[in-house]
């Protein structure tokens, strides 16, 4: 009897191991054949005609570049927010996303399980309705406290990122930079998983002189930056993504440190 009663707990233990690996299997096939699937054509064009970044690409890096949104959108959800959301929402969240994390193909935000997407800017109760002694002037966000694990980002705002219209803004990179600015535990302007050591007191002085220069309105870096480092950190960010000519041009000392921040030179 007692024999038959361990046969029959054996089978029974191999039998869940075996679905339990069969369906981990399943799972690990079913993400591959995300990261299979060809980029399709409408994908590529959409990314030709909004994003510069992707533009600029060789065939190579596009190719990179789009297995890297991929990864991205096989991983976390996109969810609409009493609006509507197509490919192309989709597709401009993830390339804020991969952008400024390019140089570093492994790295696809840990912390974030959910993006937001909002009918538009919020105020901090998270409405976006105007109602008396309330301004909507959020565009984006990235969760803390009861919120942990998600970014909120206005469609509007996003979308305009990527028509041609804001040579220096871009919510999405802005919020994104937040979150790499954050693996090492803190969002403080100060990237340290990137920076060498020997880099942060120059990098520190560095965002004072350009706050200074702010101040005495001798820059077009936009003045949100002057809240504090890590809002300068995500400001400069999003001019140096979206104009990275003119960037260079006009600030050289910043645009080296950028380069070296995110290891891309644009
Ligand atoms: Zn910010």
Avoid: C
């Avoid at 909120?152 to 979308?159: A, H, T």
């Avoid at 936009?222 to 950190?233: D, I, K, R, V």
């Avoid at 140096?240 to 995110?262: E, Q, R």
């Amino acid at each position: 009897m007692q024999t038959a009663l361990f046969i029959f707990v054996s089978v029974l233990l191999i039998g869940v191991i075996l679905f339990v690996s069969n369906s981990q299997r399943k799972k690990k096939q079913e993400k591959q054949d995300v990261l299979d699937l060809d980029f399709s054509k409408e994908w590529k064009s959409i990314l030709n005609s909004k994003v510069l970044f992707y533009r600029n690409l060789n065939k190579e890096d596009k190719e990179l570049f789009e297995r890297q949104l991929l990864r991205f959108l096989s991983d976390k959800n996109i969810e609409a927010v009493d609006t509507t959301i197509d490919d192309t929402v989709r597709l401009m969240v993830a390339s804020s996303a991969v952008i400024p994390t390019f140089a570093f193909p492994n790295f696809n935000y840990p912390s974030v399980r959910t993006v937001l997407i909002y009918p538009g800017s919020f105020d901090e109760d998270f409405n976006t309705v105007k109602h008396k002694n309330h301004q909507q002037f959020i565009t984006g966000m990235v969760g803390n406290k009861g919120l942990k694990g998600t970014v909120i980002l206005s469609k509007p705002d996003l979308l305009a990122a990527y028509n041609g219209s804001r040579s220096k803004h871009n919510v999405g990179i802005h919020e994104f930079v937040h979150l790499l600015d954050g693996t090492d535990g803190d969002i403080d302007g100060v990237p340290e998983r990137l920076l060498e050591n020997s880099y942060v007191g120059s990098w520190l002085f560095e965002i004072k002189e350009e706050m200074e220069a702010v101040m005495n309105r001798k820059s077009d870096i936009n003045p949100y930056g002057l809240t504090n480092n890590a809002e300068f950190l995500a400001v400069v960010s999003e001019y140096f993504f979206s104009s990275p000519k003119n960037f260079k041009k006009k600030h050289p000392d910043l645009y080296k440190y950028m380069v070296d921040i995110f290891d891309q030179e644009l």
